[in-house]
Every structure is written in C-alpha cells, then in structure tokens.
C-alpha cells in the first residue's frame, strides 16, 4: 500500500455531473436487480452515545471489475459537520489489491439522488410540473439539482422543520417557503421527502392521484417518514426488497406491499406505473453498488481530465 490514492470531496465535486451519473444509477440499479452484483445487506451499528449509525456497504461486480465498499457515518444531531460522512474504498477485483480511497460524502449526496431521478422517470406520470420538497437539508438541495436535469418544473415548493433553512433553500431555487407539508404537497406531480423524521411527515389525504413520492429518509425499521396508510395505498417500489424488509420501518411497520425492484422496471421484467391516476412511491434505502460505479465513474472522469 505505499502508493494508496486519496480522492478528496472537491475533486469529486469538480468532475462528476448528474448528466453522467444518471445514466450511471440506472445501470447500477439494473444490474443488481438481474442479479449480476454480490452485495449484502449494509451492516448498521447504533451508536448510542451520540444518536449516530456507522454502517459497512460492500458490493462486488465482476463484469465492470469493481470490488469496493463504503463506509458510512450519519449522525442527525449533528450542527457543525455534515450529518452524513463517508468514504468508499475501492480493490482491484482482480486481485484484491486495494488502490483508491475516494471521499464519500458528495457521492452520497448525488448518487441518492440520481437514483431517485431515475425512479421518476420510470415511475412519473408525463411532464410533471410541480415538486415539493420535504426536508431543506443536502438531499434537498441535491434532489431539485437532479430532478431539474430531466425536467422543467413550474413550481417548486419546499417545507421542512427549520424556518430559516426552509426560507433560504425556497429562494435560492425561485421557490415557495411553505409553513406545512400539507401545503407543500397538495396538487404535487412529484414529493420527495428527505428529512430525517422517525415519524410520519406524509399523509395519504395530502397526495393528488398520479404523483410520483421519492421516499428517501426513515433508514431504519422503526423509522417512518410515510403515513402507512399512504404507504398501503401506493404502487410500492423499492431500490433492493431485502434491504426493504429489513431496514425500512414505512415498509415493515405498514405492512405495505412491494409491487417490485426499479431495477425490475428498467429491466423489462415489471411494467411499473399501470395507470395515470394511481400513486407511485419509490422507498430508496442506498446500495452499495450505487456507490462503487459512482466512484468508479469518478475515477475514470479523472483520469480522462489528467490524459487531456
Ligand atoms: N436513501 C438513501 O440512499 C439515503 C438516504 N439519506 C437520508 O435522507 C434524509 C436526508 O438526508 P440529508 O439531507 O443528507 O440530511 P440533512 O441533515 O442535511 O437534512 C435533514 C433534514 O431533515 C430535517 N428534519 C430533521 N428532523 C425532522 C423532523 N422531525 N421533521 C421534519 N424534518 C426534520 C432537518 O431540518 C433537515 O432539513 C436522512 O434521513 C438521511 O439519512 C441520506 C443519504 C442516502
Ligand atoms: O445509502 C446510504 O449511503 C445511506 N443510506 C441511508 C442513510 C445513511 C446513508
């Protein structure tokens, strides 16, 4: 290891784009819904002490030869650090070699939500024009920038737990500071919830029929962000059902079920949305394969930008 790697956040921050890593997440998803990756379920261990969770995410595929894992922090207390800390080591598949350490944090911030952005395009009704957004945090932010690479919104509405972050995340993307979520939701084509509430934020009587929720918060199994009446009543659909019916408290306590992996869409294998007016919910949890072909990705970028 005398020659290990180190790629920093602001060299990630430089070179990736959502234009690349969008495409990118569809493969990713894909490719672990036809069964080409091994990956287990992520290892999560409580911190009690400071309210945090440190989790292990490894995942091998050897048809893009990368074998990598992150390592994840996320500490919802946190005031003057990031809440969510990682970095994701990456091996030679060939020979188990580790070569490079990229920096965890932006990835997470893009990587989630460019898979959100390619569960609503699979999932969305056509030319959705109003997104709310629940939550004013970095997946906030992170969320309108890759929603808005595929489309035009007419409006955007924002609404979270603290005012001044929720005035300042609203003009700074032309939007709507709403005083409660049910304002922020009412006649939404797409919701996205990005908080990290333990209990339910959305509810069933809010959602118009035909919207599209991106379901990204509430990582544990007795966490909730979604009404489970709301979540019995969606066409459900989840990044990995293991990890679903294992971490995911909106699924677990609420008994919903799941109609498929959106790996299964994008493969052909499930026809995703059936009708204009039912309610699409994708609950993302995060995979590892998610993060290794983004750091992957990173990795390439850079060396094509050093070649040239
Ligand atoms: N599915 C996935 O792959 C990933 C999911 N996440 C999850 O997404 C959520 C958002 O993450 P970040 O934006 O990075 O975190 P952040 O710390 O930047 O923002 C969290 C937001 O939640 C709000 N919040 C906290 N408690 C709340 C409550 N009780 N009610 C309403 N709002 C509340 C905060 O005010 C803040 O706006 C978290 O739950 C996080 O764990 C994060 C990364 C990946
Ligand atoms: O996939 C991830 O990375 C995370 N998922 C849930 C919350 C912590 C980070």
Not at 80 to 102: C, K, L, Q, R, Y
Not at 136 to 154: I, K, M, P
Not at 272 to 290: C, M, P, Q
């Amino acid at each position: 290891m005398e020659h290990m790697k180190f790629i920093s956040a602001s060299q990630v921050k430089n070179v990736l784009t959502f234009e690349s890593l969008i495409p990118q997440m569809e493969k990713a998803l894909a490719k672990f819904s036809d069964k080409k990756v091994v990956q287990p379920v992520r290892s999560v261990i409580p911190v009690k002490e400071s309210g945090g969770f440190f989790g292990l995410m490894p995942s091998l595929c050897s048809e893009d030869n990368v074998l990598a894992t992150k390592l994840v922090s996320f500490y919802p207390n946190n005031k003057d650090v990031p809440t969510h800390n990682a970095v994701i080591a990456m091996f030679n598949a060939s020979n188990g070699v580790p070569e490079v350490i990229v920096d965890g944090e932006v990835i997470t911030a893009m990587r989630t939500a460019a898979v959100s952005a390619v569960a609503t395009k699979f999932l969305c009704n056509k030319n959705p024009k109003v997104l709310a957004l629940l939550g004013s945090g970095v997946q906030a932010r992170s969320h309108y920038q890759a929603l808005s690479t595929l489309y035009t919104f007419e409006e955007i509405r924002v609404w979270g737990r603290t005012k001044a972050n929720v005035d300042s995340l609203a003009s700074e993307l032309n939007g709507t500071a709403c005083h409660t979520a049910e304002d922020a939701v009412k006649g939404a084509d797409v919701i996205v919830t990005v908080t990290s509430s333990t209990v339910p934020i959305l509810k069933k009587e809010w959602v118009k029929p035909g919207a599209h929720i991106n379901a990204v918060g509430a990582c544990r199994p007795d966490w909730q962000e979604i009404d489970p009446e709301l979540m019995r009543s969606v066409s459900l659909f989840v990044d990995s059902r293991d990890a679903a019916l294992t971490e995911s408290g909106d699924v677990i306590l609420s008994k919903a079920d799941i109609e498929a992996e959106v790996g299964e869409v994008i493969l052909g294998k499930n026809g995703g949305r059936k009708t204009a007016t039912e309610v699409t919910l994708f609950k993302s949890l995060g995979l590892a394969i998610e993060d290794a072909l983004s750091a992957k990705l990173v990795c390439d970028l850079l060396s094509s930008s050093n070649s040239s």
